[in-house]
């Protein structure tokens, strides 16, 4: 709690609470709650988030084979508990302890595995804004509007690492030494450890080089983000009653939903995306005409069973494997200090 990014977090939450509740009639947000299948709304969504962790786990088996061959199961497992503790703990430090939790499974460089989570992350956001311009594209709504805004903006966080990525690819010896040059005159130790850390990344970059490799990442990101992804929402419409006339209209908004809630969670925030998950189903639903009220009670009903079953599954891995929480907090701990060697 002395870590003021924790604090800046807990503010950008609060803003964007604000925003989803300002205009929202709170007693009309409740009555759509209420009368929601709730039943159907599990039914449909707690299979598609534990099918979601499963295809990510595939992804990543592609992304770290260059490093060594992991267990799908492993990764299941690492990949759910990253999951939860992006939920519970401040700092997006799930990707760290998923890392860190594959490491414990299976051994390998730490550093190396969690440059194929960055790897991973980095292709994510490529995926979210070309979903994002694709779907408004598609709807005639050009590049205008609040969601297509935000896809803009977070254009350089794509573009920057996918530079880097492709530098490290191409050249990564005199990348390696221009990043060490440039931290030399600050800290040995930093310099040092840069270097390893880059190195290791470097070697998590392998699976760039294999077309077989990239065929199947590809191939997972679409279904993770255009199918696996957009059934909860799909459930949210039905449990609720919303009805926006096509399926090709139905697809879409749950498309831009997908692609503004990617976006959302691309900033700092609480733990579990409270606030800016929100904010981007409201938006991204009242850019379809759903009413005010309706839009936040999907994007309440969507990230409810959202957090519910990621933080199920991921306490659930770890109460199955005797790993306590104790230990997850202590390598989210440890890491900020060591190399991850």
């Given at each position: 709690m002395r870590d003021p990014r924790v604090w800046f977090g807990l503010a950008v939450t609060a803003v964007f609470v604000w925003l989803v509740l300002r205009d929202a009639p709170f007693a009309e947000v409740a009555r759509v709650i209420a009368r929601a299948n709730w039943v159907l709304l599990l039914v449909l969504s707690i299979p598609a988030y534990v099918l979601v962790i499963y295809l990510r786990a595939l992804r990543w088996k592609h992304l770290a084979a260059p490093i060594q061959p992991f267990a799908t199961g492993s990764l299941f497992r690492a990949t759910a508990v990253g999951f939860m503790a992006n939920n519970v703990f401040p700092l997006r430090m799930g990707e760290v302890i998923r890392a860190w939790y594959l490491?414990?499974?299976?051994?390998?460089?730490?550093?190396?595995?969690?440059?194929?989570?960055?790897?991973?992350?980095?292709?994510?956001?490529?995926?979210?804004?070309?979903?994002?311009?694709?779907?408004?594209?598609?709807?005639?709504?050009?590049?205008?509007?609040?969601?297509?805004?935000?896809?803009?903006?977070?254009?350089?966080?794509?573009?920057?690492?996918?530079?880097?990525?492709?530098?490290?690819?191409?050249?990564?010896?005199?990348?390696?030494?221009?990043?060490?040059?440039?931290?030399?005159?600050?800290?040995?130790?930093?310099?040092?450890?840069?270097?390893?850390?880059?190195?290791?990344?470097?070697?998590?970059?392998?699976?760039?080089?294999?077309?077989?490799?990239?065929?199947?990442?590809?191939?997972?990101?679409?279904?993770?983000?255009?199918?696996?992804?957009?059934?909860?929402?799909?459930?949210?419409?039905?449990?609720?009653?919303?009805?926006?006339?096509?399926?090709?209209?139905?697809?879409?908004?749950?498309?831009?939903?997908?692609?503004?809630?990617?976006m959302a969670v691309a900033l700092p925030s609480a733990p579990g995306f409270f606030g800016p998950y929100h904010f981007a189903c409201k938006v991204a639903l009242e850019h379809f005409g759903i009413p005010t009220e309706t839009a936040v009670a999907l994007g309440t009903l969507i990230h409810a069973v959202f957090w519910l079953s990621l933080t199920g599954l991921g306490l659930a891995v770890l109460r199955l494997r005797r790993t306590s929480l104790v230990e997850i907090n202590a390598a989210a701990a440890g890491s900020k200090g060591s190399s991850g060697r």
């Open positions: 490491w414990r499974e299976g051994g390998g460089s730490r550093a190396a595995i969690f440059g194929t989570v960055i790897l991973e992350r980095v292709i994510d956001m490529v995926m979210v804004i070309g979903l994002a311009f694709g779907v408004l594209g598609l709807l005639g709504a050009g590049h205008d509007g609040l969601i297509a805004r935000g896809a803009v903006i977070l254009l350089p966080v794509a573009i920057a690492p996918s530079i880097v990525i492709v530098l490290l690819e191409i050249a990564p010896e005199p990348v390696i030494a221009l990043a060490t040059r440039l931290t030399r005159p600050f800290s040995t130790r930093l310099t040092e450890f840069l270097e390893y850390a880059l190195r290791r990344f470097s070697e998590g970059l392998g699976a760039l080089r294999s077309g077989h490799h990239l065929f199947r990442v590809a191939l997972y990101t679409v279904a993770i983000w255009l199918v696996a992804s957009t059934i909860p929402i799909f459930a949210a419409f039905a449990a609720v009653g919303v009805d926006l006339g096509s399926p090709f209209q139905t697809l879409a908004a749950a498309w831009i939903t997908q692609a503004a809630i990617g």
